[in-house]
């Protein structure tokens, strides 16, 4: 178990409190959360680790704003999105928060330009050229924005999927399981551009995974057991992640 | 496998509602129309049954041949001395001369009694032997005896508050008389024949009013007891004069039928070609359907596939799907189908064509031939997506099938630039050059498919244009736009539904409107008539010809020059005919003559039309073999060949005095007033109405009168035309919906992703809304341009009759398609709503 280093003091980005979540009802229900308390600290990088049926993707939807806990509240920011009604909670997501899916990320009418600004269309607003290109730049996109999600590969789709993600300059992003479907060079090439939004552009990001050297990429990692948090650990190293998860019996 | 396709079928309702409603709504169609005609049939029978019941045999005039159109054959009277003759025939117990003809009722205020829908005005002989009356039953009082009564159908009698000894007078073909009502009458347990006024003479007071006293229709003959019907003709014909003839009564109960038979196939006809359309357009629907469940399930078919199914299993399946749904839809359109009948009843009643009913008749050939039809239609159209789905690869299980675009084919391309090629020069080559008329309508028919065909190739430009206004919507009807353009086929196929159905309103309209506008054009040309006299019903046959001689005698007349209608066979055609008064004719009709005159007609001349001249080679001095039904062959001299159709609008014109010889005196159809010089038409029109106070068969119209009236009846056919075609449109709405649900079900990881990222739900279903728009848009476009071209060429078709004026009602048409937009809203509510609702973890968690 590591020791926390760093003594600053950090605001919160997103706040579980008390999260439970059944699905079914009666005899039938069955736990997916159990009383989950969460902090995620603003201009971090954590990473949500369990092994299958831990409820991590659970609790990333109830964080995001996807699904509704059973019991208890959710914050992002300083706004309890627990109370507040499905348009609310829409403009929310489109506002506050970006997504990066494992896949399906994109609309397959619209090209990868078009993918980016689709929050910020949405809105009716216009999008920052300058830092809309900055990130293109960044995720090295600038020749592909012209195609439509079909003519990308894996990587460059969800390359697309988190510059959208960030394009609208969001409180926090949520990315579940981002890695899943690529391959070991371009996971690496994404969760490298994840970790330089953090420390270089200063945004918060959340993620869902089952691969310790993802979970490597982030500053603290949570560790999810049946429904609970079961530990988590500062600056994480792919084994000692590894370790840790051995240890949970994954 | 079947229990499959059962599951599959099951599991998909609104889909399976839609579809099933699609094709219902054409079978409805043919169902309540076979239900509705088969009706009319039997009342019309019970009619003609309860009319001759009691008559073993007839005794009438034969026929010189048996005209091909109107209820029953004309024939000439039989002499009254043949009655005398029959009656000593051994088995005859009774015989009695009958007489019908024209007589008008009038109510106590001397105004008309006029009958709905064209249902005739009749007199009738009413014979002293009850037996030989029929069903013919005095309700109230007595049976008219003597020259000055008469008893009238117990309807009349009810609704005009004519009151048993009071006295009303009669309209006829000669001078009106008065008489005191004696007695109503019933036909079984009706109040009236059909809806026909009926007054009933003693036999020698009909003949003085209705024909003339030396001759009968027909003679009427009752047998003994144990005398066959068959019998008694045979021994009645033995003892006949030439050119009379013995049939047995239900011979005649049977001749009449068929006679009406033929009217009301006309009639099942016109219904047939609406159910044809409803039924064309309900084929998008289940062909849009297939197609897209084929998509949609190309990964479990692929996995059916992929587990050892043959593609021969794949396509049965599809097929025996189709078959069930066919079969189902088609046993929900015959029940649907009876409520169309009696809504088709109603609207033939709302546009004044009445018809006698009776219990709906729904007959065994009814139900299996519009279970066969809904169910071949079904297949048919599901036959091609079926072939399809066999063409999924197992391998195509593995993949996230997202429904590629698909563009259209060359092959496509090709087809319909060759179809619409054709179609295109058949109709310039028929409207311009010399090729028969008869490629006119395989023509509009070719261009029609040829752009159906092509429809998919522009659907995604004319998505795109149309959806241009929609960017200032934001990103919904951009993305609106988008999703109308992903699969043109698709689109297109749900657009054609509705270009089909809007096609033939449009040109309808276009049509109608030509008409009209040419019609003043057609009066001005072809009449120098200031006023104008007519039957006051538009659809009554004619008024007495009493009523010209009234009219003449009005200060400010000039001339009043009448013209009558009829029927005869002219070198071997049957061909209608007009009559016109030549002393008289000249004055206000403008035949235009390039040769003859018209002053040469006598009792055995004829004027023919240019161009029956043109395509008979007929010229002045050639002569025409002519066959009367009444009297037989004449030999008719061609003495002038005339060029302006118009008022005049048959191939043959001959004289009044010509008919009468020929046909026996006829009703007027119409009078053409010129007037003195200096004379107000306004004032002569006032005072001919004066005049006419006593003739209410009658009335006068100044020409704009004329116009409107003659525009008013247009517009009731138009409006007709267009309720009938309204069904079609709503099932292309119907498709629209379809279409939009199968959409949104294909989509829904994208709406997930759309509602995930921040689209809120009322962005989602305006999306949706936009996209049915565009659709509805594409469709309405492509059916208003397609409509017009159509409308315009039909118009041009028939400027041989007269309509050279060419004119499209834009108001209307702008109207239509403001309305498919509308429509596309409200089409667009259910689909939308669902959209709304898809739930938005099911784009984030991949399966």
Redesign the interface.
Known sequence: MSVTTSTTIRTTAARAEGVSKFYGSGDAAVAALKDVDVDLDAGRFTAIMGPSGSGK?TLL?MLAG??RPTSGEVYVGDTRITSLN??AL??L???QIG?V??????????TAAENIV??I????RKPDDFWVQSIVEKLGLTDRLDHRPTELSGGQQQRVAAA?ALASRPQIIFA??PT??LDSTSGTELLGFLRTAVKELGQTVVMVTHDPTAASYADRVLFLADGHVVDEMDEPTADAVLDFMKHLGA | MFIATLRGMLAHKVRLGLTIASIALGVAFLAGTLVLTDTMRLAFDQLFGKVSAGTDAVVRAEAAYTQSEGTGTSRGPIPASVLQQVRTVDGVRAAEGSVSGYALLTDNAGRAVLTSGGAPTMGYSMPADTTLRGDVKVLTGAAPSGPHQVAIDATSAEEHHIALGSTIKVLFQGPAQEFTVVGTVGFGGEKNLGGTTSAYFDSATAQRVLGSPEVFDAINVSADDGVSQAELVQRIDTSLPDGAEAVTGDTVVKESADAVDKDLKFVRIIFMIFAGIALFVGSFIIWNTFTMTVTQRSREIALLRAIGATRRQVSRSLIIEALLLGVLASGVGIGIGLLVAEGLKLLMDVIGFSLPSTSMQVEPRTIWVSLLVGTIVTVVAALVPAMRATKVLPVEALR?A?PGAGNPSRKRVVTGVVLTGLGLAGLFSTLYGDVSMKLFGPSLLGIIVGVITLLPVAARPLASLIGVPLRLR??SG??AR??AM?NPRRTASTAAALMVGLTLVVSMGVFASSLKSSFGDIIGGSTNADLFVTASSTQAPGFSPEVIKVVKDVPGVRQVSASAWGQARFDGTDSGYSAIDPATAADGLNLRLSSGAISDLGTDGVIVAQSAATSHGWKVGDTIRTEFAETGKHVLHVVGVYDSKGWIGDDFVISIAAQTAAAGQQLTSSGLVTLVDGADTATVQKAITAALADHPDAKVLDRKGFEKEASGFIDKLLTFVTVMLALAVLIALLGIVNTLVLSVFERT??LG???????????VRAMVRWESVVISLIGALAGAGLGIGLGLALSQALADEGIEAISIPGFQVALYVVLAAVAGVLAAVGPARSAAKVD??Q????D
């Open positions: 993707s939807h996807l699904d499905d348009k829409t403009l997501r489109r506002d997504f899916f494992q896949s399906f990320n994109l609309l397959p009418t619209m689709l929050p269309r949405i809105a009716g959208r579940d399981e899943g479907a | 996230d997202v934001g990103l951009e993305l988008q999703n992903r990881r994208e992703l759309l509602r995930a990222v921040g689209m809120t739900r009322g962005q938005v973890l784009a984030v968690v991949a």
